[in-house]
């Protein structure tokens, strides 16, 4: 493709302009300055709330004088005694950053889809990523011992390897299922090629953990979802994986506003619409495995982040997709912070906490929006 490609909401009739489902009101195109700020803002809140809070609670002030101090020729004195430092370096920070990573590549994988398939409501799993990742985890518990222990984060290679394997076979599955339907593998069969793999991985899964009823507690506990880190070992395993997803779908968050138009208005802008969308496929899917890989299933970050971002800054997803990747890892950060203190000393499973909260929260976004349509 050559040349920049022009606004999407300028090309094709009024009908066409925007994905079913977005809000009709015209919304200036682009990234708005205000916007990106308060995105940076909101990371660095959950930054500093995340390294403070927990069972042995630290002044922030003193944590925001620590966490500068880690940048090359920043000395300040932050009051810290050594324990506390370690806590704050070696604990705390790298949970926090995985928090900040996964949140982020979870809410751009859920933008990039819901432009893929023009489908504001489309999540990251819907393509069969986390039936996948979990038959696998729940195989390599039950057949190979991993985890017997309840213990996951101890093995932090074996299950992060197999969810990986899991996601991207899933994910193969659902492409040659989709193409088999017909149409070239229209968004559409896509959807339904979703939704039978998760069904077909999710039944293999269910299988599993009742022939093997030892391995149900540690299968589980990876289920719900986790932050907890043996240190920056996951931070990075995840690191790679997200800077490759980040680069590409930013990228191509233009491509996504020709693609809303239609697919022939697209063509005629130069744009080869199955090829871009494949490959935004590839790469949401490729950051959703990484993420899954590293903390388990952690529900709602990728519908809701990306549509709230929708409803406040504009249906074009050159605000959409960077918006969603600083809020998205503000928003799983800060629900760690919750998932951590909410029932000290105990910890509630983060998926869960996503769950409570994301359900009250999505039925709310879902009824703005029908108030926005009507």
Same mark, same amino acid.
């Given at each position: 493709?050559?040349?920049?490609?022009?606004?999407?909401?300028?090309?094709?009739?009024?009908?066409?302009?925007?994905?079913?489902?977005?809000?009709?009101?015209?919304?200036?195109?682009?990234?708005?300055?205000?916007?990106?700020?308060?995105?940076?803002?909101?990371?660095?809140?959950?930054?500093?709330?995340?390294?403070?809070?927990?069972?042995?609670?630290?002044?922030?002030?003193?944590?925001?004088?620590?966490?500068?101090?880690?940048?090359?020729?920043?000395?300040?004195?932050?009051?810290?005694?050594?324990?506390?430092?370690?806590?704050?370096?070696?604990?705390?920070?790298?949970?926090?950053?995985?928090?900040?990573?996964?949140?982020?590549?979870?809410?751009?994988?859920?933008?990039?889809?819901?432009?893929?398939?023009?489908?504001?409501?489309?999540?990251? #799993?819907? *393509? !069969?990523? =986390?039936? &996948?990742? +979990?038959?696998?985890?729940?195989?390599? @518990?039950?057949? %190979?011992? $991993?985890?017997?222990?309840?213990?996951?984060?101890?093995?932090?290679?074996?299950?992060?390897?197999?969810?990986?394997?899991?996601?991207?076979?899933?994910?193969?599955?659902? #492409?040659? *299922? !989709?193409? =088999?339907? &017909?149409? +070239?593998?229209?968004?559409?069969?896509? @959807?339904?090629? %979703?939704? $039978?793999?998760?069904?077909?991985?999710?039944?293999?899964?269910?299988?599993?953990?009742?022939?093997?009823?030892?391995?149900?507690?540690?299968?589980?506990?990876?289920?719900?979802?986790? *932050?907890?880190? =043996?240190?920056?070992?996951?931070?990075?395993?995840?690191?790679?994986?997200?800077?490759?997803?980040?680069?590409?779908?930013?990228?191509?968050?233009?491509?996504?506003?020709?693609?809303?138009?239609?697919?022939?208005?697209?063509?005629?802008?130069?744009?080869?619409?199955?090829?871009?969308?494949?490959?935004?496929?590839?790469?949401?899917?490729?950051?959703?495995?990484?993420?899954?890989?590293?903390?388990?299933?952690?529900?709602?970050?990728?519908?809701?982040?990306?549509?709230?971002?929708?409803?406040?800054?504009?249906?074009?997803?050159?605000?959409?997709?960077?918006?969603?990747?600083?809020?998205?890892?503000?928003?799983?950060?800060?629900?760690?912070?919750?998932?951590?203190?909410?029932?000290?000393?105990?910890?509630?499973?983060?998926?869960?906490?996503?769950?409570?909260?994301?359900?009250?929260?999505?039925?709310?976004?879902?009824?703005?929006?029908?108030?926005?349509?009507?």
């Amino acid at each position: 493709m050559t040349g920049p490609l022009p606004a999407a909401r300028s090309a094709g009739p009024p009908s066409a302009s925007r994905p079913a489902g977005l809000p009709s009101t015209a919304r200036p195109a682009g990234l708005r300055k205000r916007w990106l700020v308060a995105g940076v803002f909101a990371v660095l809140v959950a930054l500093v709330a995340g390294v403070s809070l927990g069972p042995v609670s630290l002044p922030a002030g003193s944590v925001a004088a620590e966490l500068l101090n880690l940048i090359p020729g920043v000395h300040l004195d932050s009051g810290l005694s050594e324990r506390e430092i370690a806590i704050v370096t070696e604990l705390r920070l790298p949970r926090v950053v995985l928090g900040l990573l996964v949140g982020g590549l979870l809410a751009l994988a859920g933008g990039c889809y819901q432009g893929v398939f023009r489908n504001p409501l489309a999540d990251p #799993y819907l *393509l !069969g990523v =986390a039936a &996948g990742a +979990g038959l696998a985890v729940t195989a390599a @518990i039950a057949l %190979g011992g $991993a985890g017997r222990q309840g213990a996951i984060s101890g093995l932090p290679m074996t299950i992060p390897l197999a969810a990986f394997a899991g996601s991207l076979l899933a994910v193969t599955m659902t #492409y040659v *299922l !989709g193409a =088999a339907g &017909g149409r +070239g593998g229209s968004p559409a069969m896509l @959807i339904l090629a %979703g939704v $039978a793999v998760s069904a077909f991985l999710s039944a293999g899964q269910t299988y599993l953990l009742q022939r093997h009823s030892d391995s149900i507690q540690p299968v589980y506990s990876w289920l719900l979802g986790r *932050l907890a880190t =043996a240190g920056w070992h996951d931070v990075l395993l995840v690191l790679p994986y997200a800077a490759l997803t980040t680069v590409v779908v930013l990228l191509h968050r233009r491509e996504l506003d020709v693609l809303a138009v239609g697919d022939d208005e697209a063509r005629s802008l130069g744009l080869h619409p199955q090829r871009t969308r494949y490959l935004l496929i590839a790469a949401a899917s490729l950051g959703t495995a990484a993420a899954v890989s590293a903390t388990g299933l952690i529900g709602f970050v990728g519908i809701i982040v990306p549509h709230t971002v929708r409803l406040l800054a504009g249906s074009s997803y050159r605000a959409i997709l960077p918006l969603s990747l600083l809020f998205g890892g503000a928003f799983l950060a800060l629900t760690d912070v919750v998932a951590r203190t909410v029932a000290a000393p105990s910890e509630v499973p983060i998926g869960v906490v996503t769950a409570l909260l994301g359900g009250p929260f999505f039925v709310i976004v879902l009824r703005t929006a029908r108030r926005v349509l009507t």
